[in-house]
């Protein structure tokens, strides 16, 4: 041993032993104990263009903490690692490199832009990983898998499969996140809500019986006005009973829509009454959902105004507004226009506002699926489990108000949509099974006129099917045999342990981990794909503020190691994961632990070197004999003992900081 602690030294040095040892690899071809006692982690698979931040380095160094533990214990453990193609990010920044060289994604076309990415993904690609390595995760590398190899894709293609033959995927209308910057619907996700300083119009909608009375209402978008179909108020509003049953003309256009009733509408906001524009507002679409109005577009995905927006076809729609209110103001019908502030989404990767758009899209039924995640936590002796457990009552939440999922998108890195449309009659050609080649001739009218959909599937996907794809399914392979969880959604847990752990961040709770529960659930006849959910909290600095390059407070997990050693940000990060939903990173308390380690190095040397002298050849177990130890000697035994007990049981509860801390201790 050096004299003195220096990890840079020989961190990697014991990483590349470890990894051509084989410590890692998990057996699969087993029978007997490795059958019946192993222990499964999923590596929530990092974005492939992404660089090392400390919320991968505190996912590592706890699933790492398990999966060490699990294989002491004896368990067949198989921490499996992977990359995930993020679709939008990683499309984006290729978009950008070749626009940075004169050309552009279109003009490439699909075929050649998507190999430009496939050249960018195995030149940079493998960043990350390394990344993990220097970590000293001790995931089982020769089974990595990535979202878009031939693997996952065979599971893409079969639960695509299974799901619209089984009618439970299918193509209609909705009103999604429409970027009008990147082209394409995005996700909840991928939508920054940005404060605005914006204004409230009051409108006067007259009556359309020539009364002369009107209603106001209040809008900030008036620009959205030519595609209102009703007026709603609330059933019990006094104000408004007089004209329950009545028609109103929208202003700028004439055309005359109905009064309509409806609870969601809140006395206290605005006026009181609201228009309802169901092509362009997320709850106006639930509110002509239903009323069963229809719906009119006003807004293109160019983000333009269209033809029915008269004299101002043609222009943004954002910009549009002031002449439109101008244009009211002429009519006499605005009534006033007031300061209001309000939060607006934004696309975060364009930074362009985002337009609720109504197109089709494709979409998975989700409630016999989101039925099976309540029942799989329901009940005091539930098969899955949370930690810590009050995100129960967010996953309660999301399931029992489940909306169908949107899964196309318009890009072109992910998985094309297994789906071809006839241009003769019109109908939809989806293969019965993975194996199948792709269509040549319509399943319906037998015309060879096929195009396969354009649109690729969410990256959520197949994400979604990851602790299944990555085993092989949908073929019967040992690994999916050997390591899938045996329990069901349905059943008790009993005094059963869990045989896998799915550790993730809270943030993705619902886009990721329900995911997975309800398709791995209902592809593997019930059988949950974890049965723990351990949930860590979002790493912050130490003030608790979010790390952001802006904000200049972003700590680089590879300084970090590099100054201090893996060991050291690992203990950190895992004394602070306790602190509830954030873990405020503060680098004194890095230097505390360092020193800790340091310590032990130092108390390791001397032990090692009492050893020698004492010409103490070999490892011998002291318990063996415990009457020739001394009273100091049985003591420190019983203090180890007592040690090991609480770490184990810590860890049983998932509780990695408090089994650091009785070590510390
Ligand atoms: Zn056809």
């Known amino acids: 041993m050096d004299s003195s602690y220096n990890p840079s030294s020989f961190e990697p040095k014991i990483y590349e032993k470890w990894e051509e040892s084989g410590a890692f690899a998990a ?7 490795d059958k019946a006692k192993t222990f499964l982690i999923t590596m929530p698979p990092p974005n492939v263009t992404g660089v090392l931040h400390m919320g991968h380095a505190l996912f590592v160094s706890i699933q790492d903490t398990f999966a060490r533990w699990k294989r002491m214990q004896g368990y067949n453990t198989l921490w499996l690692p992977g990359s995930d193609h993020a679709g939008i990010a990683t499309q984006v920044m290729v978009e950008r490199q070749v626009e940075s060289e004169g050309t552009s994604r279109v003009k490439l076309g699909r075929e050649a832009f998507v190999k430009r990415i496939w050249e960018w993904k195995e030149e940079y690609g493998g960043t990350i990983q390394d990344q993990i390595r220097s970590l000293g995760a001790s995931c089982d590398w020769d089974r990595e898998l990535f979202t878009l190899d031939d693997k996952s894709s065979r599971a893409v293609r079969e639960s695509f499969a299974r799901l ?35 204004a409230f119009y009051h409108v006067k909608y007259l009556l359309a019986d020539g009364s002369g009375d009107s209603l106001t209402v209040a809008t900030t978008r008036p620009e959205t006005i030519f595609a209102d179909v009703a007026v709603a108020v609330h059933p019990e509003d006094e104000r408004f009973k007089k004209f329950h049953g009545k028609d109103v003309i929208v202003p700028l256009t004439g055309r005359h829509v109905p009064i309509i009733l409806d609870d969601y509408v809140d006395k206290e906001f605005g006026t009181g009454a609201l228009k309802i524009t169901p092509g362009h507002d997320v709850n106006d679409w639930a509110i002509g959902q239903r009323h069963g109005l229809t719906t009119l577009t006003t807004i293109g995905k160019d983000g333009k105004l269209n033809e029915i927006a008269g004299e101002f076809a043609g222009m943004v729609a954002a910009h549009s507004r002031k002449r439109i209110a101008e244009k009211l103001k002429a009519d006499g019908l605005l009534v006033k226009e007031e300061k209001h502030n309000y939060e607006l989404g934004y696309c975060q990767r364009t930074g362009v506002v985002v337009e609720p758009l109504v197109s089709i899209q494709w979409f998975v039924k989700m409630k016999t699926l989101a039925d099976k995640a309540i029942t799989a936590a329901s009940g005091e002796d539930a098969a899955l489990r949370f930690y810590p457990d009050y995100w129960k009552k967010t996953w309660f939440e999301w399931h029992n108000n489940i909306q169908d999922w949107c899964i196309s998108r318009q890009l072109w890195w992910g998985h094309r949509i297994p ?12 293969p019965k099974s993975y194996k199948d080649a792709d269509p040549s001739v319509c399943s319906h009218c037998g015309s060879p006129s096929l195009n396969q959909d354009p649109d690729v599937l969410d990256t959520w996907y197949s994400s979604g099917l990851w602790p299944i794809s990555t085993l092989g399914w949908p073929e019967k392979t040992p690994e999916l045999e050997t390591f899938y969880p045996t329990l069901r959604f349905d059943e008790a847990r009993g005094g059963k342990e869990a045989r896998a752990l799915m550790e993730t961040g809270s943030d993705i709770l619902t886009f990721w981990v329900s995911r997975m529960v309800t398709m791995c659930t209902h592809f593997m006849d019930g059988k949950l794909p974890f049965e723990d959910v351990y949930l860590h909290a979002m790493v912050r600095d130490e003030k608790g503020q979010k790390m952001s390059k802006t904000k200049g407070n972003v700590v680089d997990p590879l300084d970090v190691t590099e100054k201090h050693g893996a060991d050291a940000l690992r203990l950190t990060l895992i004394a602070l994961s306790g602190q509830g939903r954030n873990v405020n990173l503060d680098l004194k308390r890095l230097e505390g632990y360092s020193a800790f380690i340091n310590k032990l190095w130092n108390a390791s040397r001397f032990a090692l070197m009492q050893l020698e002298e004492k010409g103490v050849k070999s490892y011998q177990d002291p318990l063996k004999d415990t009457g020739s130890l001394d009273f ?34």
């Open 27 to 33: 057996k699969t071809e087993v029978s007997g104990h």
């Open 164 to 198: 619209y033959h089984d009618g439970l995927i299918y193509r209609g209308e909705r009103i999604v996140n429409w970027s009008s910057g990147l082209q394409t619907a995005i996700s909840d996700l991928e939508v920054e809500q940005r404060p605005v300083q914006g």
């Open 419 to 430: 789906a071809w449309h006839c241009a003769k009659c019109e109908k939809i050609t989806v």
């Open 632 to 665: 100091v000697d049985r003591w420190l035994l019983s203090e180890l003992e007592a040690t090991v007990q609480k770490v184990n049981s810590d860890l049983t509860n998932y509780r990695p900081d408090a089994a650091f801390q009785a070590i510390y201790q």
